[in-house]
């Protein structure tokens, strides 16, 4: 189902070359200050541009269709809406019946039975993401001073990476990265043992972003070839501060008021001119396909806004329900 | 929250040291056959035992409290509860005001302002997995043809790992590792596009394990350092077999009839008898601890079948909600 | 929170005079037909008119932003809007520190701290209904071949309700009435004992429409009445078919395949041109107002179609939830 | 599904001659005293006695398994288990094939195959209502100062009814009565509107109870009747304090701050000696059948611990709930 959250839920809708795509943000606090210039800075981290990025360019102007009173939350149901304006969906009818390799074109067929509107990665397309950033701006509102921050860590396979996307431009190929975020000036006593665990709740709202194939926390897969003594973080006053932060943060999916630190892995981007195999789902046979379209070559670009967002999206929840507890 | 689930729920409660540890499972199908001993399998993996295990030796016999009748399911909330026998308390008084590096001590701590069971890590130790396993009994049969197969790849950094557990008993250390899932005889369809992506629903119950610090699926790091030439699967017949499985069965957030194939990080045990510093609570002061108590020196043994288990019941949940629109 | 269901879910957002209305429908099964014209039948039902009906007037055009394609429902979440169009905001500003009696207008401050959106009553108003009414297009799709019929028995305190109306209009008053709602060719199985019993969901359902205060299922209040050898329903084939249904069809709060029965108790329209006393915020002061806006001095006139509608909504989700187990 | 709440969430499961029923509260702030001491006032309120009472006598004696350390709540999930010790099951096995009005009987075999737990009503017993018991221990201490209380105002259509229950005695046969319940101390501000107004969640609540066919929140059905000048309350101060309370202290499905007040019907035990009719599930024939096992004669009188009890639940998930929004 497409909502998220307990306490602060945020539900999308859309489709790439549908009318509209948006985001209702229930259970928001009300008096939050807020316009459309607000929510620009990281709208426009998320719609990216430069080197690589699609020519597809979408405006993103957020408009406000309920929830916000004078430019303050109201503490109703905020519904925002995007429009989708730059639509050109004359490739995909040809395309229709040859689905992308790494694409949601197939299992969106067996999934709905062909009723799915398949122009542009319909639902799954990355476009849903802009109601995710709008969303962000009031999560990020709610939990300051906790300040979520992320940013690219390495590129195409390389941490110095300047040429790398020229190169898989000029290839027809395209690329993935590791995008690494980190929370400063966290409480002690976020999230719940087990299923809500702060992982479990930060995993399951990263993996919900496209392309993302792998999370670690701490010193995550690096930390599985450690020692115990190596690993343990030694705690070095009473307000839990510790010494190194191989635990990123989270102890038995509580937070422990050290910063909060994961890294996510970005496939590269699905579309690429390179021909590929597929199947015609007619005819049965094999055929190959080149994705001329207007695409990414390295999606992992758009991506740190992004995953901020999710996290403080989790956080926000997380914020309130303690909150619910602190006068006991 | 300690429910899992929307149609296959599963709630897992106890402490270490308390009177019992137990789960309730919610909405399983009736009439699927049930006796102690067809747990028992499952339950004496999770179990452990052999090198480097704890002494601490329970007999995890599961009584069937509910829903469960002529020994098989009725549709009713199934309660199993294991009374905790082998329970030695005493050196936990003495830790008490010395949270142990790696542990939830300091964080239960700050949650629950101090009335939490602390011996023997309470609410948050691995102990509370055995409802898990049990839980996984009816998912995996409700899953079938479905088949989870969970092992170990690494230990302590070492895919060859027959030496590794005795040096680190040796040392007083402890070790970490990598298990790898897989599931065969997927169907296409499984999983929600975004907050209820397979990626998502399986890492947020497999973070809820304790000690998991990272979770990747097909490719997962590995992919984001290669080309989308490279990552992509190409589609070789209608039904959406795939040349290769570097998006591990998935794709966006749904099954694409491909083997699932996931990999997680397991940290190194946190009870080590090495000295490590902490802090006492009630004096401020800067003191070395070494445990000594009845622990696992690799815990990364006992975890496949926890870890088949949780997959186990996240696809158990999906099989279910795909079966709800069938008809339609 | 403003969302009701479990696998079909149903998420209403908007306020009375702010730029829009409307719902988010997830978890609807794909292929289903539908266009502006097919929703019109029962948007006019709930739309009324005629004696007594408030002077606004709203066309109710749903405008289709996701989750339908070639007018057929695609299993994304699908977005309906309506913009407000006739709105007069004049009278509220001068009402604002004067909290009409029987309105939200006091509650809403004391939760909201006074950001809340109060012209017109905001997102407390009746007009949030044209969502759900929306919804219940799909709904009634899904659970045919069952069939919900809602009609107002009494209005006024009367049976033969004519004449009330008029009466109410000339002496500046409102009045209530009770809706009785049927539901025929109910699946027997259909509901959860305890806390999701059709009974738990329908009134949870039903107590969401502004103005109601009362439900009673068969016999009802009636039945509190009998004994048990006039309340029990005998049963006279395998079918479970019983020659009376003093149970409404709910039996421990499952369906057993007899008629479903309800009745609802609709208190009188809330605002009257009749003076009522209420304070002034400001000054503490107790003041007089009279409600000369555009109202409705029957609300009961518009509520059998939205009755049916939050009806259908429950049987929908309920019917995907019997589906899901169908199989085993 | 079996569970309620959002952040304080109450599961029960057993059946009435299984091994055992119980409760798992999570969300249950830390740090509440408690004993099973503590809980033996609601419990004996509950289990009746008295004339017209079934002779089955359980002690109820709550065995806390787990969240419960040195007498005070943990902040885990807290499981309270009662064993089945007075069971007597020798009538079941032969009225199996004879499904008795007014009972399950029917619908469990219809919902789930066959493979229920028929004995003594199974999971569908009322006695499965000693776990709400219990945890409205802790809800009445959460939500603390307010106070509920609830009590019969009509007994077999009698408000004056102390001969009532033995007439039905005599005649073998049953009846049915009325509670009111009402709540003091209620701050405003509970609730949110629609979906989960403070009506949708009580009667949500109170629905779940067995043999509860109608319920009313201040002038209820009368209300119905009523104009709009006799029903609206005026307000007469700044707090919200009303001069009347046909609302029954709840506004747009949020407390006003005056007294809560609803009442509930309750149908007349459906188990009565007096011989109705039936069919015989394997031949179909119709038969007539007496239940003359250990039953109420009225089931009223053990109610209104059970409705003040899910009451109190309701209002403490509401009351944290509030909370978390306090501090913004």
Sequence with gaps: MNTFGKLFRVSIYGESHGAAVGVVIDGCPPGIPVSSEDL??????????????????????????????????????????????????????????????????????????????????????????????AAGYFAKKIISPMLVKAEITELGGLKDFDSVIEKALETGDSIGGVVQCSVENVPAGLGEP?????????????????????????AGFTGARMTGSQFNDEIIDVSGKTSTNNSGGINSGITNGNEIIFRVAVRPTASIPIKQKTVNLKTGESVEISISGRHDACITLRMPVVIETVTAIVLADLKLRKNAYTSF
Tied chains: 1, 2, 3, 4.
């Design 40 to 133: 620009e800075e990281d709208l426009s981290r998320r719609r990216g541009g430069g080197k690589g990025a699609t020519p597809r360019k979408e405006a993103d102007i957020p408009v406000f269709k309920s929830g916000v009173f004078n430019e303050k939350t109201t503490g109703s149901p905020i519904h925002i809406l995007f429009e989708n304006k730059n639509i050109n969906s004359s490739s995909y009818d040809e395309m229709k019946d040859t689905p992308r390799p790494g694409h949601a074109d197939l299992v969106a067929v067996q999934k709905y039975g062909g009723f799915n509107d398949y122009r542009g990665g319909g639902h799954f397309s990355g476009r849903l993401t802009v109601g995710l950033v």
């Design 194 to 218: 087990f299923f809500e665990s702060v992982e479990s709740l930060v995993s399951s709202a990263v993996f919900s972003i496209p392309a993302i194939k792998g999370i670690e926390f701490g």
